[in-house]
C-alpha cells in the first residue's frame, strides 16, 4: 500500500522538479539588462499609446461564441460523411435531426438580431414607448 503512495509522490516531485529547475536555471543564466524598449508592449512595430485595459464592444464577444457554437458542431459532419454509406438510413436521419437542430439555432440567432453588426436602438422606439415625447426630442422640434 505504501509503494502505491510512494509511486505518486515521486511522480508528484518529479512534476515539480521538472516545471521549477529550468526556471532556476533561466533566471540565474539569462542576462538581465531591462530597457524602456524591451518593457513596451509589442504592438507590431507601432508605438504603445493608451492603456492596454480598453474595453472592447460586446459585439466581438457573441460573434465569436456564435461561429465558435456552429463550427464545432459542423466539425460532427465531416465523420458522418465519411462512413455515410456504412452507417445506413438510420445515420441519415439522426444527420438530418441533427442539421434541422442546427438550422433552428441559426435561424433563432438570425431573428434575434445577434448576426447584424451594427444595431440600431432608438431610446423609446419601440411598443409602447413609441409615441414618447422626450425632452431632448422636444427642443428639437421646436427649433
Known sequence: MYRDFGTIFI????????????????????PSNPNPDKLA?????????????????????VIALIFLIFE???????????VFTELGMLAFVEMGIF??????G????????????????????RGRYAKLVTKETQTVKEI
Open 11 to 30: 511522480f508528484i516531485l518529479m512534476g515539480i522538479v521538472l516545471v521549477y529547475v529550468p526556471l532556476l536555471i533561466q533566471k540565474l543564466v539569462a
Open 41 to 61: 508592449t509589442y504592438e507590431c512595430g507601432e508605438e504603445s499609446e493608451g492603456s492596454a485595459w480598453v474595453q472592447f464592444n460586446i459585439r466581438f464577444y
Open 72 to 82: 464545432v458542431e459542423v466539425v460532427f459532419l465531416f465523420p458522418w460523411s465519411v
Open 99 to 104: 442539421l434541422f437542430i442546427l438550422i433552428i
Open 106 to 125: 441559426l435561424a433563432y440567432v438570425w431573428k434575434k438580431g445577434d448576426l447584424d453588426w451594427v444595431k440600431y436602438n432608438v431610446k423609446y422606439g
